[in-house]
């Protein structure tokens, strides 16, 4: 019935298997599956890419990352999601690129339950932030940069809290005006100032 009504189409070889003629077809025989079917469906399809990439053939990352993230296998998706949102932004792909590293952000909080992977939740979040800039989604960036000052806190790295400091003085400039940022800027320099480390000096220096 579905070849007849050409909605789905064979594939070599013939009769084997069989490929939907259109992507809108794909997404609403989707729509009808359980959580659980779609989970085991993507599973199944993380399983046979990897072996392909084991036998040389090819599988590119993106694949592998949609479809470790669809399978909830959080600890395979958390690195192919941050790479495939690297690769994506190398091409300037920001929304693209946005789309991986939101994942990789989802996954993450999945496979770290216990919150000790602060350092690479932050890191992600600022990598987030970068592709959110070109499409102007401040709100989602003003987000990222509060719970990454707050996770910076907690994780007493000096050197990530004086670049979330700096990126809060940019982001103020742009949505809460010169004062606000100039605020900003004076925190991270006072942060930085408690390092060794004088180049921390020059973002919010630039900024202000």
């Known amino acids: 019935i579905l070849l007849k009504g050409e909605f789905v189409r064979s594939l070599k070889p013939a009769g084997s298997s069989y490929g939907f003629e259109h992507g809108l077809f794909q997404e609403v025989g989707y729509a009808t599956l359980l959580r659980r079917q779609r989970r085991e469906l993507h599973q199944a399809a993380f399983t046979a890419l990897s072996q392909a990439c084991q036998d040389n053939a090819l599988a590119s990352n993106e694949e592998l990352a949609h479809h470790a993230f669809g399978g909830e296998l959080w600890a395979e998706a958390v690195p192919l999601c941050h790479e495939a949102g690297r690769h994506a932004a190398a091409r300037c792909s920001n929304r693209e690129a946005a789309l991986h590293l939101e994942n990789a952000i989802a996954a993450l909080g999945n496979a770290d339950l216990a919150g ?93």
């Open 116 to 208: 000790t992977r602060m350092a690479e939740a932050i890191d992600l979040r600022l990598e987030l932030r970068s592709v959110c800039l070109p499409l102007l989604r401040l709100d989602r960036i003003g987000e990222l940069l509060s719970e990454t000052d707050r996770l910076a806190q907690r994780l007493g790295d000096p050197a990530r809290r004086v670049r979330v400091a700096a990126y809060l003085a940019s982001h103020a400039y742009m949505t809460e005006g010169v004062d606000r940022s100039i605020e900003r800027c004076r925190d991270a320099l006072a942060l930085a100032d408690g390092t060794t480390d004088a180049k921390l000096k020059i973002a919010p220096t630039l900024f202000m």
